[in-house]
């Protein structure tokens, strides 16, 4: 789950990471307040969960609170990468002496938390890592002892050249494995961290996604989701997840319900192959009840791009023919006026195919398929004629 | 031969008296997994279809020699179950349940790594040596024994493809889904290693998808020390960055993790890919 | 540190484990309200730091508020074991239906903390560890993962027959090893633990010792010992140990003044050895300032059984003429009647004994000794001489 | 020969700036202690009495080759100290900082573990091998070289019975002080094991005290494996039960842990237990 910056820098704070003062804007004349209590320079920042804001033009500089407002006017309502900007941070500007890296992530490969740091900050850092990866520093923290002292000491005085900006900046890397440690983080990143002209250093910046299995327990930042993402896209991938379905929005015209995600990548990945476009990915996971095919079809038919359904399911456990029941009842409540193409396989799969042909329901046509691939071309020409309509 | 499981693989299923547990010991018992015990605290003395309950799993083991654990504990007390089993001299872990959380699974392994165990997991189907034993939740009837070893990210992928496997007349002797979490205990190189030195294996089938790095230190490892050849099905050519595609393993992020770079790294080193999961058996019958 | 039952349960309760409702009370009037508001039988407990107030008849069951006002007035002011009772708990009173022991203590052979339970609870857990070891299941937890729910389960499964009762009970072992690791406790112990009639468990008692060197980050529990000792004994260590003085009292009349722990021991043994009785064990540490010689003669001093006082000094890196020079300082300052018999060897002891002869205090008699052994001989025969006197 | 430290021992003094650090620094570099280098985080680049200093123990090792630490840091980072000479290639550890917690020294412990390094201390005067080196705060002119090993888990004590030892016309081999806190790393057994491999030393003085079981582990083990001779002295014959005398380590606890004790177990394996400090050079010049 990704959160937005002033929420990161609420983290931040309560673990005490230095982070320049701020406060969130709906508004211009919102944003014109906060810079006339902060009576100084002001930077406004678009808060939004995609990555590039900064070249996008989500990030501007004001010297007055009249500034401040032309700048949020200007950010808020602006679309970054399909995001609309819904509010800005006011924060304090800081004179900048110099910006580096700090950050940490789950590391799949060496199984632990990994820390980097890097006196390239400021910049992307997947860039960095790519062009000049001997300029990133990495350590490996064994989860037993968590990262030591002197561990965070060795790495700052790796990209500090002032020993006194190398002590204060291992503390904070402290705190920030900390912060990462206890909001079951994914990664949290401090990009730029940055030592100002008076000697200061600073959270400029702050990204931190936090681990979806974890959010049980951290109710706090599980509220933090309700408020973010109202009407979007994700809004939809949120409330699929609430109803244990698997969604992601994409740009295609078919349908794809599917149970097993690695099995509605591939449905996805052959549709393409052929021809077609997918409208998503839809992974109703391991039972098929006909609530869960009810659940999945009314959130699937929001998307007005989508012209035909293609339902995939490899029976395994699961009986194909209780999935079969579950699609006919589930259709029977809903009005369809979309084609559905049918691949069951596995156990029973002979009768879930009669089910489906003795139980059409009056609107919605039901075509069977017997394999992946015959669904996949049945759906994509379906399409191509209800286009060429 | 096989690896991990045969018929002297004796289990004991963590979580048997909940009801993913109960329904999957009664599928394994029907396909003639010796599923020797059942642990759920509090309720030791009770049995499962015969199948003797225990308080502890060191109490399980004591009493019955289970070797092998099968993990159906709800999310929240799975990674302790993870613990309980490490620390009772179980040989092979397999981890089914979902959702536990990554920092949770990176100290775990880290207190394995001191123990003679090895982790399958979590969040993955479990395994199968057709016609010998099978732990975990995967079909039974679908496959068929031979000479073909599978290890997958993926469920009903990985049955998918076993069923173009097995249609195309090849059999399998191993197949593994090791879980679509990022943290999980054995990787793909880990079983490359177990098939390569396995007899009844001549091929692997090797089922990936977006995110990590995992094929691709796959890739390498079989440049460097495998014989035996390897066929490879890559999910999420699709996929957009960014997004987590169901598991929590399937993510492109920072531009690193995609379908196509792994198709590359395999094709690099002379593994062949099929376009689509149908392709996997032809390609595997052409080179063994 | 040690802390009273009261204190414990407060900790206790912070972790959540479960402890009778009860409130302390300081005169029988409280006492009989407190017992009013619980409207049910209570116990009164004496709060004392020393062991063993159950047969000193510091614990009394009441029926009624009456006879709670009557029990804590019969137990406040008590003497147990040269304690004065100030406070009483008054607490509801349990229906017992089975008493067991879980504690956790730092074990110094495996340098680990170590799980202790026991079915055999209410009881003095060192009697049983004496009597019959097998009844005591102990377990070592790795530091590096601290207690695990599996461990405490194995643990609980080996005293509780009722498998209900055995996972309430390692939800709670797991609780007070959480208690004690974040209390940074030396000991952690329910005495007993106890199963209610009505099937709850509850913390009955409560002992938990704190290690000194970690009070610096615990300041609510230095806290407690403020409120908790006041004109007793062991304020006067307290006081010592703020000077950065060690001091234990003890019943003899020879007071000690020591450099080093095992030397102040080893010392008091001696006299004992040649026939007095040391009234104290008392170390002034590494250097010895005049100041911390004042300190340690005022501290020495306000003990009216002393007679004599006894330097023993092995000057190792400090020098004794400095140390020579410290005395001599501190005597004049203070106005001391009784013989000081001192003895300081190592670098520079000759230039020591020089200012110590030639530098005596009109009213003090300064007596040098060559060795310990010959100023234990030495004060001891002063005092004999002043007793006879 | 001496144990653990000699001519070819080099020292890092950790926190080599602070005030006692400095002091000690200059008292081992006249004793002939090869002291070839100092950390203070932030303070690399300056020297203390010709000692270049660094910022980091790693990077100290690596210019210098030091291979053993002396820690002098303030106890509240004394434990980071110790962590950091564990993780950088030292391989002894002499700990003099004191009022570290024991449960921080647990962990520590447990960190070390899987190194291959020794601790002495903490809350210890450190160990001298006469006429060779000295690492930590004992008088170096009281000892003079010999083939009696000495242990003792107190500090001026220990140099009160060196004396006599001396003074008996004895030698010393290896003096430590093992510290007195209730957790520390080497312990009496772990000492008697080097002394009896060591062909310097002929007999061993073991300076003990109240509280904890080392001195009954330590009978226990002579009476085993120990050829070489042994003299103990007990200190706390007269300390009251509970309190703690000075050391966090010497209390008696539970009415275990008294010197009564200590001194029937060493007698009933046949080690011979002084009176007083000035028997124990007597005791042992009629043992060897």
């Known amino acids: 789950m990704k959160i937005h910056e002033y929420q990161a820098k609420e983290i931040f704070q309560k673990y005490g990471i230095p982070v320049p003062f701020g406060k969130v804007a709906y508004t211009p004349e919102e944003a014109r307040k906060i810079a006339e209590e902060i009576g100084e320079p002001v930077v406004i920042k678009a808060q939004v969960l995609v990555g590039g804001r900064g070249k996008a033009g989500g990030i501007k500089i004001a010297k007055t609170p009249d500034e401040a407002q032309e700048a949020a006017s200007k950010i808020l309502e602006m679309d970054i990468k399909g995001e609309i900007v819904k509010k800005v941070l006011v924060t304090k500007a800081i004179d900048i002496e110099s910006e580096t890296y700090l950050g940490i992530i789950v590391d799949r490969g060496s199984k632990k938390p990994v820390i980097m740091v890097s006196a390239a900050g400021g910049i992307d850092i997947e860039e960095v890592a790519r062009e000049t990866p001997e300029k990133i520093h990495k350590f490996a923290v064994d989860p037993s002892t968590g990262l030591l002292l002197h561990q965070a000491r060795e790495l700052c005085f790796k990209i500090f050249e002032d020993p006194k900006i190398a002590t204060k900046s291992s503390a904070i890397l402290l705190k920030l494995y900390e912060a990462f440690i206890k909001s079951d983080a994914s990664l949290a990143e401090i990009n730029p961290f940055v030592v100002s002209t008076t000697g200061e250093v600073w959270a400029l910046d702050a990204k931190i996604n936090i681990d979806d299995s974890s959010l049980y327990r951290h109710e706090d930042i599980e509220a933090m989701r309700e408020s973010q993402s109202i009407g979007t896209d994700e809004a939809t991938e949120i409330e699929a997840k609430q109803k244990n379905l698997s969604y992601v929005k994409l740009e295609g015209n078919i349908g794809c319900v599917v149970n097993g995600a690695g099995l509605a990548m591939a449905t996805m990945d052959l549709i393409k192959r052929y021809g077609g476009e997918p409208a998503n990915f839809l992974d109703i996971g391991g039972s098929s009840s006909p609530e869960k095919v009810t659940n999945a079809m009314d959130i699937l038919l929001r998307d007005k791009n989508v012209k035909a359904v293609f339902f995939n399911i490899f029976g395994g456990i699961t009986r194909c023919d209780d999935v079969a029941k579950g699609i006919i009842e589930a259709i029977s409540k809903m009005s369809i006026s979309l084609p559905i193409v049918v691949r069951l396989t596995g156990t029973n799969e002979s009768l879930a195919r009669d089910i489906l042909t003795l139980n059409q329901v009056p609107g919605t046509a039901l075509i069977p398929a017997s394999s992946m691939a015959e669904g996949a071309k049945k759906v994509i020409e379906l399409v191509k004629k209800t286009v060429n309509k | ?288």
Chains 1, 3 share one sequence.
């Open chain 2, 1 to 288: 031969m096989s690896i991990l499981i045969d018929e002297n693989t004796k289990v004991v299923g963590q979580g048997i008296t909940g009801r993913d547990g109960a329904f999957h010991t009664k599928k394994m018992l029907e396909y003639g997994t010796k599923v020797v015990a059942g642990v759920t605290p509090g309720k030791g003395g009770q049995k499962v279809d015969g199948v003797p309950v225990f308080n502890t799993v060191k109490e399980a083991v004591e009493e019955t020699g289970a070797n092998t654990s099968c993990i159906f504990v709800p999310h929240k007390f799975a990674v302790d179950a993870i613990y309980e089993a490490g620390d009772s001299c179980i040989e092979l872990i397999v981890c089914i349940s979902e959702g536990i959380p990554a920092l949770d699974m990176v100290k775990a392994i880290k207190f394995l790594s001191d123990k003679k165990v090895k982790l399958i997991g979590p969040n993955c189907p479990g395994l199968i040596s057709p016609e010998k034993c099978k732990v975990g939740i995967l079909p039974g009837n679908i496959f068929k024994k031979g000479s073909i070893g599978v290890i997958s990210r993926s469920g009903t992928l990985t049955y998918e493809i076993a069923t173009h496997i097995v249609s195309t007349g090849l059999g399998i002797s191993t197949c593994i889904g090791i879980g679509g979490d990022p943290i999980i205990g054995l990787k793909f190189i880990d079983y490359l290693k177990l098939f390569e030195k396995d007899e009844q294996t001549k091929g692997v089938v090797l089922v990936g998808e977006i995110g990590g790095q995992d094929e691709e230190e796959a890739a390498k490892y079989f440049k460097e020390y495998c014989k035996k050849p390897i066929v490879a099905f890559i999910a999420g050519l699709t996929a957009p960055p960014g997004k987590r595609m169901g598991h929590a393993g399937a993510i492109i992020s920072g531009g690193t993790g995609t379908a196509k770079e792994k198709i590359e790294a395999f094709e690099k080193v002379g593994i062949k890919v099929a376009k689509e999961p149908e392709e996997v058996g032809t390609l595997m019958s052409m080179q063994i």
